[in-house]
């Protein structure tokens, strides 16, 4: 089992930045795939940023790109969110996940979850 705390959310200003912090616990996840998601009030659950077990391979959503930035210490077993130039429409629940298989953009090739920590950007 593997368990996902996230935390760094907060209220921010428009152009703003903030970090998101999920720190995993129970199990090493140097050998896990590790995913942002979010999900916004009244809308789906989507895809935001996946980093691959070694850190070689991120992929983000189009939305985010240039703007985000995903990455990982599996030595403190934790993953990171960093972002940059936040904008209202990123306002949202944010949701760590690991994956054993691949992840990638798939929430559904997630096996563990973290509670959310609440990001909101005002304009």
């Known amino acids: 089992q593997v368990q996902l705390v996230e935390s760094g959310g907060g209220l921010v200003q428009a152009g703003g930045s903030l970090r998101l912090s999920c720190a995993a616990s129970?199990?090493?996840?140097?050998?896990?795939?590790m995913g942002w998601f979010r999900r916004a009030p009244g809308k789906e659950r989507e895809f935001v940023a996946f980093i691959s077990w070694s850190g070689s391979a991120t992929d983000y959503t189009d939305s985010v790109k240039g703007r985000f930035t995903i990455s990982r210490d599996n030595a403190k077993n934790m993953v990171y969110l960093q972002m940059n130039s936040l904008k209202p429409e990123d306002t949202a629940a944010y949701y760590c996940?690991?994956?054993?298989?691949?992840?990638?953009?798939?929430?559904?090739?997630?096996?563990?979850w973290g509670q959310g920590t609440q990001v909101t950007v005002s304009s």
């Open positions: 129970g199990r090493t996840i140097r050998t896990y795939y």
């Open positions: 996940a690991a994956s054993q298989s691949s992840g990638f953009r798939s929430s559904s090739s997630y096996e563990y």
